[in-house]
């Protein structure tokens, strides 16, 4: 039984020291910290993970409070859920802060603002405008259309209510233009917004919105906020989140991966070459890499990989250009369906690039064409490797002694038997093993003699006398 008292009793202090450990409690003399993350950018899956990781990232350091300073025109509806979620959860305060003035916090963001404990504007922003739309800007389908709004409805309306909000303006945000409701869907300015209610606070900087809501009790979370005189912990976006905001453009996703497929089968067409393939795949590799971010058609790119599987076999099969022409055809129709899906904010690529890009690989493939005609009316070359003794050859790469050469086009792996030689040089082959050429260099001719005129003999003289 006394053991078992020592047992627990240990278990308990080391319970208490684990917990003093991983929550310190706030020293009196160290002011508190309040996170300041700043995003000016579409709402997307990569936004939302740089924004959800801020927000974690204030709760580990016991931050007062969290100040997303937001600058948007919307997004992606599942990157705002995937916001809104962290908001809701976050076990620290949660301050959403329209900033810079002439910012906005329009469509996907209107709703961010309404998920926060603390809704501040910036004079000069405004926010609203949250209708639910397609890609290409145009109205949903009627019933699809009908179902999206409603749950857009609703959803505002209760983080409106629950953040002790005007729910019913505040809903008017989402409503469609109506007899009932002309001038919905409803955007209000900085002050507008406060005067009814669908926003808490207007402060025209961020120290000044901290001594505003400095004792204020939330009413979602039940907590007091208190950031008088507290440490700003900034922070942007990094170079790497930058660069894959970059990639969240459909065009420049959509220009990746052509120039990716065209490298990848201008190297098969023309093995060696080496550049076009690693350019190639690298560009292949970034629009994939924008691809997982940016909502894509299977259709798309089912129609994109038919179109590469057509233009390799235009190197292989005997067709006459139709494989060419019809992957060409596949690529363009594949890249202009390759974002065309409903609720992405990206759009889709460029037609007029598409045009471009297509018509640059059909230049290309019909040069292609061109040279596999010519060399299919070439008179036939004798078969067999043994035609290639004698041959002359240019060295394509240095050979010390291992290199290659060219040969009527082709790329030979080539031995020099007499020593180095360098790129450029005229040698010939001398002789063939296998599919390796040892060559060197062509053979001196040799001096022919030369004479003075006045070290020429002499003609004999005839002689005189008896005939």
């Not at 319970?15 to 003093?20: C, E, I, P, R």
């Not at 961010?112 to 603390?118: F, G, N, P, S």
Request: aromatic share 4%; net charge neutral; hydrophobic share 50%.
């Amino acid at each position: 039984m006394g053991r078992l008292l020592c047992c627990s009793a240990l278990a308990a202090s080391l319970a208490a020291l684990w917990t003093a450990t991983a929550a310190p409690a706030a020293s009196p003399n160290r002011p508190p910290v309040v996170r300041v993350a700043t995003l000016s950018a579409e709402i997307n899956p990569v936004s939302a993970d740089w924004v959800v990781s801020q927000l974690h990232a204030a709760e580990r350091q016991h931050a007062a409070a969290f100040v997303l300073r937001l600058d948007t025109p919307g997004g992606l509806s599942t990157s705002m859920e995937q916001i809104i979620h962290a908001e809701l959860a976050a076990t620290v305060p949660v301050v959403v802060y329209v900033w810079p003035e002439g910012g906005r916090a329009a469509s996907a963001g209107f709703v961010i603002l309404q998920a926060a404990d603390v809704a501040a504007l910036a004079p000069t922003t405004n926010t609203g405008s949250a209708i639910p739309i397609s890609s290409t800007g145009a109205n949903l389908g009627s019933d699809l259309r009908s179902k999206i709004i409603n749950d857009a409805r609703a959803e505002v309306r209760a983080l409106a209510t629950e953040h002790g909000r005007n729910a019913t303006l505040a809903e008017g945000a989402v409503k469609p233009r109506s007899s009932a409701c002309p001038s919905c869907p409803r955007n209000w300015t900085a002050s507008e917004a406060v005067r009814v209610h669908v926003a808490d606070v207007v402060a025209s900087s961020l120290p000044a919105l901290l001594r505003q809501i400095d004792g204020r009790t939330l009413t979602y979370k039940h907590l007091t906020v208190h950031v008088a005189g507290a440490r700003i912990d900034a922070h942007g976006l990094g170079w790497t989140t930058r660069l894959l905001l970059i990639l969240t453009d459909a065009n420049l996703v959509g220009l990746l991966f052509l120039l990716g497929i065209g490298g990848i089968v201008f190297e098969l067409l023309h093995p060696g070459i080496v550049l076009p393939g690693l350019l190639g795949g690298v560009s292949l590799l970034l629009g994939l890499l924008g691809l997982s971010i940016v909502p894509f058609s299977w259709a798309g790119v089912a129609l994109l990989g038919l179109g590469v599987i057509l233009l390799v076999a235009e190197a292989h099969v005997p067709a006459h250009g139709a494989f060419a022409g019809v992957g060409l055809l596949s690529t363009a129709l594949g890249a202009f369906m390759l974002f065309r899906v409903d609720g992405s904010p990206y759009g889709t690529i460029s037609p007029v690039l598409i045009l471009i890009v297509t018509a640059t690989f059909g230049v290309l493939f019909l040069g292609v064409a061109r040279k596999v005609v010519a060399a299919r009316l070439a008179p036939p070359r004798a078969m067999g490797t043994d035609a290639l003794l004698g041959a002359r050859v240019t060295a394509l790469t240095p050979l010390h002694p291992r290199g290659q050469v060219g040969v009527d086009g082709e790329r030979w792996l080539a031995i020099a038997d007499d020593g180095p030689h360098e790129e450029g040089e005229q040698l010939i082959v001398r002789s063939v093993d296998g599919l390796t050429l040892h060559v060197g260099p062509e053979p001196s001719v040799p001096p022919q003699p030369t004479y003075s005129k006045h070290a020429l003999p002499s003609a004999p003289t005839p002689a005189r006398g008896v005939r």
